[in-house]
């Protein structure tokens, strides 16, 4: 017996030896990768240059890089990251012989197979391929011995704004997701010679402040009332700023606008927040490195507030007899109330070993969302690794004591084992009080891999009850496909976080959507131009801050009818403007791709849903090929021009890619204008909800001088008494 | 402590000024319970085109964080005391009244703020009423001082757009504490005017 136990007593101390050292496995950075415990030699970064502007509603990342082979022998070159949110490759472009050479899309197995083949025969070959939602790679060969490749790949993606505020992510951080590739892999994220990250932002509504947490070396510059340049890196231009920045290099970087504006939101407050994460400086004496890539980098910029509620269309249109392309984009005014009930929320926490990173983002935000809960609300704590269960005895009532009790025992939490997201989102349907409002946040990865794993089944599961789904999604490579499909479910919204985000404000974001009343069931309706291919196909809910952004096709030109459709507490509500669709337009050919990627999106929904069919992934395929987008079954190739010729691959990416760099320089060359459509008619009578709330404040000082007069009085009533006596 | 100045002011006794006193506890219940910029109780221009006009008042009452209304909620009790004597029930109906115009004005004049709260603005409308009264009583040149003190700092604060020395969760609304201001000098020249046409009236209407 005694032999028995101490048999089971050594297991389980090696089962927990090695479940520790499985999570003690160095998390993946973007990077460059080699097979972990192989004999070849890893290659090196030795340029990292990054350029983002963000105009007219959507970033366009452009990542250029050289990889150095200081070996003796020809190697392959294999460059991970994470994939941007709603983001696309959209170019891979190779130096070969000095010469740039743009790739073209195929259909996946092809473009693997065409790359082998160039890998084999020793020709210049690159290959950029998507691993579902988790990463991009971009394989480069050969990178011959002793030189450098030069290798350049730009992603388009959506850039909106969320209750007055703009969020970029440069994703750097690996999600940790993928147990296989962590130990398959090992990445080098060093970058040795030169790093530069420079941000363009061009609004033609003022932005009054641009913050880059964590980053105290960034440099902030405002141009204009809505043209700011964010830089990072080596080349820090020397001139004088004309934004007023705070630069502290262990801390964030916020400029104001100058002169400070006349509103009462000058101040960063409303941006500020206490993110765990530590600094991810730009150093140049980091050993030999002259960055890590292993941070994300997150730049926010605030709308000035008190912008009215607007209806933006970009359109694409270059002839006026053909179809053309556009993007509208739908900003509420504050319109939606608050709701002063007392409410249920029920935490389901992710403690499963790849939120290990994220957990000290998650147990802080968890913390900082209980503090803003009101007195009447109560709350219930779901915990969830490979089994779930209840951190609380039932629910909770939120007072400070309690808040904080749970909080710090979330906190003290360590993750581990798999991740059973079904089994965490089942209890926390479980003991619904019918008679109160209640919501669901979960925070996790989505990664699940133990127990029900298919989307499929999360959808039916969460519309077995009438609850709103709040979702926190961690880190990058993190499963948004399906949390934000269960999301727009249930009604709810999904809310993305970086562990270099500035908590307090997605936090902020967050109750500011969960204490107000929502658009519900929200439809679009054009009418008087022919219009379709509208996506996404399903719009689900509008909550407070939110855009609608909608992407569709139009013919002909003229005057147009948009009404949008909800319900706000079960009453109807209907917003409604008119404006031109214009006959043509020749300056955003991106959104041809950014429609094109958003339509993919919605049909992958369909395929996570309901498996893969043959027709749907045909159909992802012929828009990934035709809009030159790398997506879960198009990789995009690049070869030497006379081998695209003599394999008859049509160049139709490189035709697209000349129309959008000339449209690039042209928007370069003039400020911003308007997209505005709806102000002869606007759809919405108050303007847009922002966190800018202004305080009346009496301070020391006055409260000093108050004393002050308190003491003349009562010197001035005492020789008055001696004058009469 | 103020005194309580009864019929004759050199002989007045020490009296608790109970109203200020009420307003300091409503003041700080309403943050106890409410909590911190509660959305239900702010100035919102949503909540008041929505219809919820309570919060026209009801926002100047409500404060963004503990800090603001710790420095806020001691002001109204030091200068609700010492003003109170001269004041009597003018004390609330001029921060009723001043509520009201601040309100007005934050809807009219500060289009780029969607929600406001805090006690500072209606505060400065009371320094001016309130001293307006000590003035008439005492005709001490170091009430006139500190008031003018008071007005430097607060033209300091709205040239620099920030204020001096507090850093609360919302930012701090300069113009509201000239604007409070100009409030309490409006309602003292109505109130002096109204006096002054009171008492020619009661002249005119004398005898002989």
Redesign the interface.
Known sequence: MNNTTSFISRISRYMATALCMLSMQPVMAAGLLTPTNSNLPALEIRDHEVTVTIEDGYAITQVEQVFHNPHAQDLEARYSFPVPEHGSVAEMTLWIDGKAVTGEVLEKQQARKVYEEEKQAGRDAGLTEKDSFKTFEAMVSPVRAGKDTRVRIVYLQPAHIDTGIGRYVYPLEEGGVDDQKLAFWTANDKVTSKFNFNLKIKSAYPVDAVRVPNQGNATVKQHSAGEWNVHIGQQASQTTPTSKAQANPSDDVVATAMP????????A?PLEGGSPAPAVNFNPQQGNAVYTLDKDLVVYWRH???LPGSVDLVTYKPDASKRGTFMMVVTPG?????I?KGKDYIFVLDISGSMQRKFATLADGVQRTMKKM??DDRFRIVLFNNRASDLTPGYINATPDMIKHYSDKVAAIQPNSGTNLYQGLFNGLQQIDADRTSAIVLVTDGVANVGETHQRKFIELIKQKDIRLFTMIMGNSSNRPMLEAMTRESNGFAISISNSDDIVGQILKASSKV??EALHGVKVDISGVKTADITPQKIGSLYRGQQLVVFGHYWGDGQATVKIDGKISGQDKSYQTRFNFPATTNENPEIERLWAYASIEDMMEEINNFGEKADIKQAIVGLGTEYGLVTDYTSMVVMRDEVFASRKIERSNKKRLAVEQAAQQQRQARPAPSRRVDTQQPMY???R??F????????????A??????A??????RR??KN?A | MPLEQGSNPRHGRLRLPWRSFILGLLAILGYYIAGPAPELWVFSRAAISQGELWTLISGHWMHSDLEHAVWNISALIVLGSLFEQQLKTRLFTDLLLACVLMSFWLIYFMPDLSAYCGLSGILNTLLVTGIAALWQHYRAPSILLILALALIKNLMELFTQEAIFTHTTWPSVPEAHIVGMAIGLAIVMIRSRYQRNKLSGLIAARPG
């Open positions: 400070a504006s006349l509103n009462t939101v000058n101040t407050h000035k507030p008190g504050a319109d939606l109330k608050p002063n009101r007195a204490t107000h009578k108050s303007p909800p922002s800018g709330g202004g305080g009346g404040a009496i301070d020391p000082w006055t409260l001088l108050f004393g002050l007069l308190a003349s009085v009562m010197l001035t009533t008055g008494r009469a």
